[in-house]
């Protein structure tokens, strides 16, 4: 029987070491650590056992628990040992028992009562679901509490500079120096925005799709394009989970240029990051091959950028799409994307856009630092401050989190003798803000038993979209979430295949 | 010289009697209202000018300012004055000054400083500003707290119980029968989806306008039409801030019934509230004609439902839309409609509906009490609570409460000497949500120095849109505010009129 592959989390210290009430020097983490895991030497409690994870070979032994006794455990010094325990007293992580010499013993708060602390960045208060599916995704406090402010004028000064550093602090993230507008609408609503302002009846259209939401663009353009009369969308569909094959997207463009007598009006659509089967597409050399043949190149980035390296320009996408409730960690209910030159050629041209999402009337209001209809007020100040702690902790920091918090995922599930769902080529990759892994089925254990259980114990998973429902399920590491919710994640997992006695039915490994 | 309509607002106590740290009985507010009239009789500040405004003749004279002769002035018991007044104090709307006998004056504080109260229903902590545009609306606390709620899965129990109890309530608020969506998308959008649901190319089309929004269904008709090919779009457009008359809206129904092989397919589109104009249109009769002619009958009440009385189904309206941020005082980014039979009948027959606004998405997806796409979940949250305000008030009294404050508006304005704006038949009336005032450019005052005035005095109202800008000035009266936010626009009206000379130039008067 295979156990939990070791130290997916190559965390430094004890997550109960960190003090909610003072500052946390690297020094006094390092010590609180080391007294916690003495104690959970000699604490064979549930609580404990949750605690620290790695240390079956800990929990057979059993020690004092004075002081003088932790001490020379964790080769402290005495009063070191009773400052530190008497920090971790006042944040009721430890307790005294008994009369001098007391013994110390865990008192089970800190890992299995995370919702309580809010330390900061990603360790949310979550109420009573700690949520891990692809968005929405837990806020912060500070992010939430941004939505209290009174409502202001949406044509006056005080809206226009926070709209203005919102989208400059976009365009720095989507790496583009494209216009770039915020929607008061989900994703969708951004999707549906790029191709009701870009397709018009003449459009050629080359959707490629490997899954859910890139079949969605295909679905969003038969609403906009008479078909009968005109079948010029040509759909590059690669069975979801696969990789796309550049070769068969090649093939698409250049059929679809020889065929057409304005190769121009041309627009080839993708999923940077395929949420419904946790892949992540080749950006980049479809770009080129879209610039190739002069198409506009329409890449859905909603659950990427915020979360992994999406250089916008440099991909050549000429409209991106973020999503406000997925890596940039705000709620839901709005969305962004970025518009180039050769996107307006085509706009421009397109007579018959969308009213409520009609860019040249975003652009025109843009100037005047405002929305051409009622910005969604609260769900612009949740994103302001969002933005405000993407900042903060920087760009760079933020895509490191999110790509370890994927491999930690993809460690662990495949240190459980799960399968991950995507069957990657030569120009995919694993998604860094979803996984998908395949629920073992072959080992009886049905959707309903693991999700319902994981969700039993306060963790919400996404299931699979669609066809792939009861086959697969998602764990999403997006927004402001860290190793923290990843650990109390993968752990209810654990307990779950576990109490399904997947481990005695699984033969294969 | 006219100075202010007197009693304009039929109050029955003194508003800085309101008392934030205590409940507030009848018989303390008209103890406490007494006291503050007898003090702002001997105390001609600025301040006290403010708070008793109808009181001219009172300030002439002047008394003795201890608690004997505040009592004998007020006709009430020593003990029962001195008891008030120490209320008062603690609430910092009165103090005493000198020494033993004490001499009682009013601070200053109270109708001045309304921003810091939050006595409940319609006081807001508006912050800075006042907002008395047609929306976005101040939005109580409660309500904008409710938003600090952490996120939650959006296909669970949760949100399918909080999701079907905004419908059903919004139902009853609609008075109809007929299917109901909450869109995560403005007003505009949801106008939008009206129109891009129903329509497509041989659609027959009879839009009614009097102003801007009723306009704008013309506008968003032509996006989803060929025109060029087959104009069947009729625009019934009169003068803005003209009425509706029922002859040309007959005739133009009848000629567009004669020349069509097929009449089902007919849409009437009008606004019940013209936001942009102060004007009612006649819902109910256009709602007959439309019924007559077997046209589906779409009816943007965007800023009408929840402040007046709109029988839905009575009315005839196929379609019925509401904002979120206008009557029923929520924050901006939600809308919602309902959806008939007729209407249906065409829904199911255009195949090039809207994607991200599918009725018929939307209605598959209440069936499992949920939304086709993410929903702006911040924004349920806070119009649930937002509902809630209104059960809480019941909607025959907030019907009431509306009407009483357009009502004051108008007749403190007509008392200034102003005009409104609309142009009144036998079948409209003035707006009960909205009133739009004319400038008086012909006394020198130009929008800059009213508007402006007024926001330099805290208190934001609209100017006129588009063609009617410098020519108009709007005052909402929706949502939660009550008579004190009125009084403070009109107080800062007067003041601004006063200042630019306005009663010196006025001849007319």
Not at 72 to 101: C, D, N, Q, T, W
Not at 210 to 230: L, Q
Not at 241 to 255: Q, T, Y
């Amino acid at each position: 029987m295979k156990r939990r592959k070791e130290g997916y989390f190559d965390f430094e210290h004890h997550p109960n070491a960190y003090l909610e009430r003072k500052r946390n020097v690297e020094q006094g983490l390092h010590a609180r650590t080391k007294i916690l895991e003495t104690l959970a030497m000699s604490t064979p409690t549930e609580a404990a056992t949750a605690a620290v994870s790695n240390s079956d070979e800990m929990r057979e032994n059993g020690t004092e628990l004075t002081i003088k006794a932790i001490s020379e455990s964790a080769a402290m010094s005495y009063s070191s040992s009773f400052h530190h325990l008497r920090l971790l007293e006042e944040e009721k992580i430890v307790k005294r028992e008994g009369k001098r010499p007391y013994k110390w013993v865990v008192t089970g708060k800190g890992q299995r009562s995370l919702d309580e602390l809010d330390l900061g960045l990603g360790v949310t208060k979550m109420g009573k679901e700690l949520l891990m599916i692809p968005g929405p995704v837990p806020v912060l406090p500070r992010i939430r509490e941004a939505m209290t402010k009174p409502m202001i004028f949406h044509r006056g000064d005080e809206f226009g500079a926070m709209y203005e550093e919102i989208v400059e602090t976009l365009k720095e993230i989507f790496q583009t120096r494209n216009d770039l507008f915020v929607l008061s609408g989900s994703g969708t609503c951004a999707m549906e925005a790029a191709i009701g302002n870009l397709v018009s009846n003449e459009t050629k259209m080359v959707c490629i799709a490997n899954g859910k939401f890139g079949e969605r663009f295909g679905e969003i353009a038969v609403r906009y394009k008479a078909d009968a009369v005109t079948p010029v969308n040509v759909n590059v569909n690669f069975e979801w989970g696969h990789s796309i094959e550049l070769e068969a997207v090649k093939e698409a463009l250049e059929n679809s240029s020889s065929s057409s007598s304005d190769p121009k009006s041309k627009i080839v659509t993708m999923v940077h990051n395929e949420t419904s089967t946790g892949i992540l597409n080749p950006a980049k050399e479809v770009g080129k091959l879209a610039r190739k043949h002069d198409a506009v190149f329409v890449l859905d980035c909603i659950t990427s950028i915020g979360g992994d390296k999406v250089p916008v320009d440099e991909l050549g996408a000429d409209i991106a799409i973020v999503g406000s409730q997925k890596c940039m960690g705000a709620p839901p209910g709005l969305s962004a994307l970025s518009v180039s030159e050769h996107a307006w050629d085509l706009i421009c041209e397109n007579e018959r856009r969308l009213y409520y999402t009609d860019l040249i009337a975003y652009k025109k209001s843009l100037e005047k630092k405002q929305t051409p209809y009622t910005p969604a007020l609260p769900l612009f100040f949740a994103l302001h401050e969002a933005l405000a702690v993407i900042r903060e902790e920087g760009m760079e920091n933020r895509i490191e989190r999110h790509r370890g918090m994927a491999k930690a995922v993809r460690d662990a599930v495949t240190g459980f003798g799960l399968r991950l769902f995507p069957k990657l080529n030569e120009v995919s990759d694993y998604s860094n803000t979803v996984t998908a892994i395949e629920i073992p089925v072959a080992n009886g254990i049905t959707d309903e038993q693991l999700r319902g259980g994981m969700r039993k114990r306060g963790v919400i998973v996404a299931g699979g979209q669609e066809k792939l429902k009861g086959e697969i399920f998602r764990i999403a590491t997006m927004g402001n979430i860290t190793e923290r919710e990843v650990m109390r994640t993968l752990d209810a997992l654990e307990v779950v295949l576990e109490e399904n006695n997947y481990y005695g039915k699984n033969s294969k490994i």
